[in-house]
């Protein structure tokens, strides 16, 4: 387990260092102010929470696979 956080939190660290290294990486994402297509997802409480409810506040997507 411990083998798995490591890698986990290197390749986050790497994925951090790239984002400041490459400045234009920030920078053009800002300039198109792309938004991202409203869906659905669906909530551990049986609830759905929608994108579009979220309007304004930051949101983190974070999918993940089993492997």
Do not use: N, Q
């Not at 411990?2 to 300039?31: D, I, Q």
């Not at 409203?38 to 929608?50: A, H, N, Q």
Request: one cysteine or more; glycine letters at 8%; a positive charge.
């Amino acid at each position: 387990m411990k083998g798995k956080r490591f890698v986990l939190c290197a390749t986050l660290s790497a994925a951090l260092l790239a984002s400041y290294v490459h400045p234009g990486f920030a920078e053009s994402a800002e300039a198109k102010k792309e938004t991202a297509p409203d869906f659905i997802l669906k909530s551990f409480d049986k609830g759905e929470i929608r994108l579009g409810d979220l309007k304004g506040k930051v949101v983190v997507v974070w999918f993940m696979a089993s492997w």
